[in-house]
């Protein structure tokens, strides 16, 4: 069981434990419900606290987080740790492998690669993506080893992505279009009316009549966001069967998340990751005279 350390702040002299946790820590109403329920959940300079208590600033904070029940059985496949500390894990995900289980398929997935992974450091913890990538996707990805992290971290990430699409496109652009589920084709998406807000970013970094290699950085995060955007464009990914054309270039849609950078939920730093693109993205830009 993991502990939080804190030191309340001339600013929190007198105030609640619930206000100096959740405004002075970001501490989630979540995870404080859950810490009423862990014997010494809550200590301050030893002595056990509840949320209306009165704090005196410089007293020490400890939080102690509760068990954690993973929900996914670990297993041992290969898994390319980038970083890793006690509160964030930092992976580089192959193309073919799920992040999550779903229904009817069986193989593993990153999720119980992860779990496995903590297991052999003697550690028994959840999985929990920061970010997450399509099974075809490969690339960065970042998990959060605790809720307190998970809550600091979601939704403040920034990613780049590298992808390689059909035809020539040249120059830079923004996409700016609504995109929707597709009726009555489950989780395929469209750009339509009523869709969600979505707003991508590319730049073209080397192209010629047959496929082009783009960065992108994508404002918001919907499911498969780029794929949609890109097909909508009339420059589908390769290798892209669901939003384009059956294609023998590349066995699956060529997307990888390149960079991923976020501010470290305790430390404060601005950590920074990159991936080079892999080695099958790779051999489609050379097969057509393109060098990454």
Not at 11 to 36: E, H, I
Not at 235 to 257: F, N, Q
Request: charge should be positive.
């Amino acid at each position: 069981m993991g502990e939080l350390f804190y030191t309340v702040s001339d600013k929190y002299d007198n105030a609640t434990v619930q206000t100096f946790l959740r405004r002075g820590c970001g501490v989630s109403a979540r995870l404080l419900a859950r810490l009423k329920r862990v014997d010494n959940g809550i200590t301050a300079d030893g002595i056990h606290v509840r949320s209306i208590d009165r704090l005196r600033a410089g007293q020490r904070i400890v939080l102690r987080m509760p068990p954690d029940i993973p929900r996914v059985e670990g297993v041992e496949i290969p898994l390319l740790v980038v970083y890793e500390d006690e509160d964030v894990i930092v992976v580089d995900k192959p193309s073919g492998l799920a992040v999550h289980p779903s229904s009817g398929h069986t193989e593993p997935t990153l999720a119980a690669a992860v779990i496995a992974h903590h297991a052999t450091l003697g550690a028994r913890l959840s999985f929990r993506p920061i970010n997450r990538l399509d099974r075809n996707t490969s690339g960065l990805l970042l998990a959060a080893k605790n809720p307190h992290a998970a809550n600091l971290l979601n939704g403040h990430t920034s990613k780049e992505y590298h992808a390689i699409v059909l035809g020539r496109m040249e120059g830079e652009g923004v996409i700016e279009q609504p995109i929707r589920n597709k009726e009555g084709f489950g989780i395929t998406r469209e750009v339509g009316v009523g869709g969600k807000y979505c707003l991508t970013r590319w730049w073209s970094l080397a192209a010629t009549d047959n496929i082009s290699l783009l960065r992108v950085i994508i404002d918001t995060g919907r499911t498969h966001q780029i794929r949609v955007h890109m097909s909508w464009m009339g420059h589908p990914l390769a290798g892209d069967t669901m939003y384009g054309k059956d294609s023998e270039l590349i066995p699956r849609h060529a997307l990888h998340c390149s960079r991923l950078s976020f501010d470290h939920p305790v430390s404060k730093n601005t950590m920074e990751f990159i991936s080079q693109i892999p080695s099958d993205m790779n051999a489609l830009l050379r097969g057509f005279g393109i060098k990454e």
